[in-house]
């Protein structure tokens, strides 16, 4: 069975810096997609940052496109969003996911292209 479990979130004054991880567990990650969402409350569940299987092509969303840097160590099934700069609108629970319904020859927008998903951890940037 495939499980994620998310790590590291917290609270952070803004400016500060955090870095996520995601363990992966249950099959061999090494040539599947794996991404970042986050989620306020009332609002939908939004795009951060992906990562293909092969050849780790890496894809953000505009407003974290120079603050986040995602990175995947196979070996040990993780990834790891390294997050700097970091702003109160940046405020909100971060839930990693996997596709593998194909080899992840890229990295993925959009929630449905997804079929796992961990249980989220908060992220809170106070002012």
């Known amino acids: 069975q495939v499980q994620l479990v998310e790590s590291g979130g917290g609270l952070v004054p803004a400016g500060g810096s955090l870095r996520l991880s995601c363990a992966a567990s249950?099959?061999?990650?090494?040539?599947?997609?794996m991404g970042w969402f986050r989620q306020d409350p009332g609002k939908e569940r939004e795009f951060v940052a992906g990562?293909?299987?092969?050849?780790?092509?890496?894809g953000y969303e505009d407003s974290v496109k120079d603050r986040f840097t995602i990175s995947r160590d196979n070996a040990k099934n993780t990834i790891y969003p390294r997050m700097i700069s970091l702003k109160t609108e940046d405020t909100a629970v971060y839930y990693c996911?996997?596709?593998?319904?194909?080899?992840?020859?890229?990295?993925?927008?959009?929630?449905?292209?997804?079929?796992?998903w961990g249980q989220g951890t908060q992220v809170t940037v106070s002012s």
């Open positions: 996911a996997v596709r593998t319904r194909t080899v992840g020859l890229t990295y993925y927008r959009a929630r449905y292209e997804y079929d796992f």
């Open positions: 990562i293909s299987g092969i050849g780790s092509i890496t």
């Open positions: 249950g099959r061999t990650f090494s040539y599947y997609a």
